[in-house]
């Protein structure tokens, strides 16, 4: 049996039941079991027929099953429950498919076909230390972006600095509170201005390099800009561009031309009619005094991601933002453009504890947990893997305490050190002259574990395409965690190295087939490898 390329076991399986069935309905599924007693995959296609056929689920599975186990695929086919097909894969399969584990395109499902995509996440204003919210982004747009290359897509990734308007404004003013604190007069912090202690510190940094005054908010403004950067560096997280809002001041005028339409004047404000694009009241272009929104930048900007050539737009935004989707998308469909090329994913908040009791307060900002504090804490890898633990739209809560632990309870160290014990095996192994062959032409091993560890192996690329598909890297990290675990078992139920040399050579193909799963997984989430710990 010669491997199939990027088809999937799914689709292999899907195939043959096509054969029986010809017109297979929408909804078929074959879902990967973690119950033995499940077998290997498992279909519905028997209660979809029997909505069809007006006939009985469980009457369908057993034709389907006396048909399909037949085929050299499987080494069962059984019929569960009251019409649920359960197979468990043949070991000519499962050797076929092992095969390609240590191929170089191995994985990498071509579901891109190369088109052009921006992924824009964090996109802070440049008013503080980045927080663990916008670090959650960051995790995330960087594993998506990483992720999305891996299936062949053209992803490039971008941070949007808002560096002009209100919260500039009031970060100036801000600072000159703080100037005057340390020139011993009234510091009046605007109410909706910055009240971290960074500001103080900035302000004593000018004053004793002597920046003079008239340079001082481009100055402040430059620092916000490095501070963030030498952050994100820390982290791991990087992008291909920063855009600064600024460079797209004169598209606004484009943007109001082409809206003109759209428009009307309301109590000197100038509206965009976004209730008539499914948002829930009108929205403000320009206000009455003169001034740009937010809003209208973001049309500027969005216009321009577009004139770039970029087919879809994913943008990963906060917490606070759902109501903004509706008017963005209201937007560029006035302004012409395909508003379903534009994908929001609303990354929602994180919340830290420290031995099971949550942290409110950051000791250094005053009022928010800095990207900085907590990488100095826990490290960037196990920051991104715990952001990574959860779908973007959910929730977020980990303990720093758990983080920092050497032991099994912690799921990056125990992932990490799978790679690490399997580098150790592999040093062994040469030490010993032992290779790994291919186990195409090999007997393989009847025991459970190495069976598992292929079975969990060989189920990659699907991993990977329903990452991609969902933009969801979690899938990611959960398959890593399955993955450490079934490894360590097999490591504690064989003796890899032996005296054995057809035996060792097939284990040691299988540490290698693992040792690459886990790289490349990590590499996609932006997660280190360590050869040893």
């Given amino acids: 049996m010669s491997h199939k390329g990027d088809i999937l076991i799914s689709q292999r399986i899907n195939q043959i039941i096509k054969y029986y069935v010809l017109d297979l309905p929408d909804k078929h599924e074959i879902v990967y079991t973690t119950n033995p007693l499940f077998g290997d995959y498992s279909s519905n296609i028997a209660f979809l027929l029997a909505k069809i056929q007006d006939r009985p689920a469980i009457e369908i599975a057993n034709e389907l099953t006396s048909k399909l ?16 097909v359960n197979f468990v894969l043949s070991d000519k399969l499962l050797l076929s498919e092992i095969n390609a584990a240590l191929e170089q395109n191995f994985g990498r499902v071509d579901l891109g076909k190369n088109i052009k995509v921006l992924v824009e996440y964090i996109s802070a204003n440049p008013t503080g230390p980045l927080n663990v919210v916008q670090a959650r982004a960051g995790a995330f747009g960087n594993a998506l972006v990483d992720l999305l290359r ?11 600095i808002n560096n002009t308007g209100t919260q500039t404004d009031l970060l100036y003013e801000s600072f000159l509170a703080r100037i005057n604190e340390f020139n011993g007069k009234n510091a009046d912090i605007p109410e909706q201005g910055y009240h971290g ?16 005054e008239e340079k001082w908010r481009e100055s402040l403004m430059s620092r916000m800009i490095t501070m963030q950067k030498h952050s994100l560096l820390n982290f791991g997280v990087n992008f291909a561009n920063f855009a600064e809002e600024s460079n797209y001041i004169p598209l606004r005028e484009l943007v109001l031309e082409k809206l003109k339409d759209f428009t009307y004047r309301k109590e000197g404000a100038l509206w965009f009619r976004a209730s008539d694009f499914n948002d829930t009241e009108d929205r403000v272009l320009i206000t009455a005094n003169g001034r740009p929104t937010y809003f209208l930048s973001d049309l500027a900007y969005h216009w321009d991601k577009f004139d770039r050539g970029f087919e879809y737009l994913i943008n990963i935004w906060g917490p606070d933002h759902h109501g903004y989707i509706a008017r963005m998308k209201g937007g560029l469909t006035a302004l012409g453009f395909d508003a379903s090329k534009l994908i929001i994913i609303i990354a929602q908040q994180v919340s830290l504890l420290r031995n099971q009791e949550k942290i409110v307060m950051s000791k250094r900002a005053g009022e ?19 952001l990574l633990m959860r779908r973007a739209s959910q929730h977020l809560e980990f303990d720093l305490a758990l983080a920092k632990k050497t032991s099994q309870e912690n799921p990056v160290y125990y992932v990490q050190y799978a790679y690490a014990r399997i580098n150790s095996i592999l040093k062994l ?10 186990l195409s032409d090999m007997t393989m091993t009847a025991t459970e574990s190495e069976r598992n560890l292929i079975k969990i192996i060989i189920r990659f690329p699907e991993v990977i395409k329903m990452a991609a598909n969902n933009y969801e890297p ?14 360590h078992k097999f490591y504690e139920s064989v003796r890899v190295v032996t005296n054995d040399m057809r035996t060792s050579s097939a284990r040691i193909f299988l ?15 932006g997660v280190s490898a360590p050869e040893k710990m």
């Fill in 69 to 84: 186990a037949k085929h050299d695929e499987f080494s069962s086919v059984k019929v569960a429950g009251k019409g649920f």
């Fill in 150 to 160: 891996f299936v062949n897509y053209d992803a490039v990734s971008e941070f949007y």
């Fill in 197 to 212: 202690i960074y500001l103080q510190d900035i302000a004593k940094e000018f004053k004793k390099n002597k920046v003079p």
């Fill in 368 to 386: 928010f947990i800095t990207l900085d504090e907590v990488i100095t804490e826990i490290g960037p890898d196990a920051l991104k893997f715990f």
């Fill in 429 to 438: 192994a040469n030490e010993k002259n032992i290779n790994s062959a291919n």
């Fill in 474 to 487: 979690h899938h990611l990290i959960y398959y890593l965690i399955d993955l450490a675990t079934i490894f």
């Fill in 511 to 525: 540490c290698r087939a693992t040792r690459r799963v886990i790289k490349d997984t990590l590499e996609i989430i």
